[in-house]
């Protein structure tokens, strides 16, 4: 649902499929399933069409769940990395890093344990609120590689160059406390109810202040902008100096999907 709306697409349908180990607890099985149910009827979505394997014991990991959406979207409305532009601002829905280390802390890996939560939920309403505005370029859903490998993604599509600042980008310091000890790096954790969106730069202020309007927004922030130069993603930091941000070379951590 959350790749549909950063589209700009209203979800509408899914299917679902559903690979099951064998021997997996029915009590997890009826919560998740229940979870989503829950999580489908608020969104006004209708999951359509699914199918169900089940995997010899030992062999399926416990459960894995895979959907396809259907949306739609006005055809007049057009998004895409084709139409970011140097000077154009770059906004995130709120704090960033909450999922990848909430389910780090879930696996109880390294002997953590916290009261963090997953930043988990619909993004529907953060896109909708956007997709009015002229000056949207741009939106998606920072989830495996977080908002940095997003930023990527531009670089590699426009040949233009992303600042971020650091101080700018809300981070909280449960998440930051645990970045330091294990030696993570906030900008690569997965997000999966965060929007990171470009906006012409005249109408960031007004974008930011209808996310701040919502609930789902009130940690908005405006954390950088598109540069002409070369495609790096470069981070001005704390101390006032500047830094590169690289690509992941391996799959990030914790693996979620």
Partial sequence: MNDLAVSGATPLYLTLNAF????????????IIASL???????????????????????????????????????????GLDKVRAGDAILVSGPVGDHG??????????????????DAASV?????T????????????????????VMHEICRATNLQIILNQQAIPVRE??????????????????EGRVVAVVESSQAVLALARWR???????????????????HVVLETELGGRRILEELEDDPLPRIC
Avoid at 101 to 113: M, N, P, Y
Avoid at 124 to 128: K, V
Avoid at 176 to 188: H, I, K, N, T, W
């Fill in 213 to 231: 309007a919502m609930p789902q927004g009130n940690e908005a922030a405006i954390i950088g902008y598109v540069s002409e130069g070369r495609a």
């Fill in 174 to 191: 449960q998440v930051s406390s645990v970045c330091e000890m294990l030696g993570y790096d906030p900008m690569f954790l997965a997000c």
């Fill in 101 to 118: 280390i909430a389910v780090l802390l879930a696996r109880e890996q390294f002997w953590l344990s916290g009261s963090l939560f997953s």
């Fill in 37 to 79: 149910a829950q999580a489908v009827r608020e969104a006004n979505v209708v999951v359509v069409a699914g199918d169900t394997k089940v995997a010899r014991r030992g062999e399926g990991g416990g459960i894995y769940l895979a959907t396809t959406g259907i949306g739609l979207r006005p055809p007049s409305l057009k998004l």
């Fill in 124 to 128: 529907y309403p953060l896109a909708q």
């Fill in 130 to 149: 956007l997709v009015a505005m002229e000056g949207l370029r741009f939106m998606r859903d920072p989830t495996r590689g977080g908002i940095a490998t």
């Fill in 20 to 31: 099951i180990e064998e021997g997996f607890e029915i009590a997890s099985l009826e919560r």
